[in-house]
């Protein structure tokens, strides 16, 4: 199983990046498909989620959307009016048995991609 994250880059307080998520020998609609994300000294922490309906940390709702392709196998998150704090390596992840109560868990998804960087100036 690969996840291949791309979409990071450099953008202004306020601005919107789409980061993409695509899967290869994993089917996006099978189990829970998530994004995380881990700013410097600071742990990998939940963003947002899908199975039937999205899912959101309180600090991204409102601001960033979470979907999926299922043609294209692959997973996107939408982010609007980003904000310095939002700078982070965000990673997507899957997960085929997860329990909806632990869908915000680090340890409840099975397979992790590389990573892509987002950074927000002020």
């Known amino acids: 199983v690969q996840l291949q994250a791309s979409g990071g880059g450099l953008v202004q307080a306020g601005g919107s990046l789409r980061l993409s998520c695509a899967a290869s020998?994993?089917?996006?609609?099978?189990?829970?498909m998530a994004w995380f994300r881990q700013a410097p000294g600071k742990e990998r922490e939940f963003v947002a989620a899908?199975?039937?309906?999205?899912a959101y940390a309180d600090s991204v709702k409102g601001r960033f959307t979470m979907s999926r392709d299922s043609a294209k196998n692959t997973v996107y998150l939408q982010m609007n009016s980003l904000r310095p704090e939002d700078t982070a390596v965000y990673y997507c992840?899957?997960?085929?048995?997860?329990?909806?109560?632990?869908?915000?868990?680090?340890?409840?998804?099975?397979?992790w991609g590389q990573g892509t960087q987002v950074t927000v100036s002020s």
């Open positions: 899908i199975k039937g309906y999205p």
């Open positions: 020998e994993y089917t996006v609609t099978r189990g829970v």
């Open positions: 992840a899957a997960g085929s048995s997860i329990i909806l109560s632990h869908m915000r868990e680090r340890a409840a998804y099975n397979y």
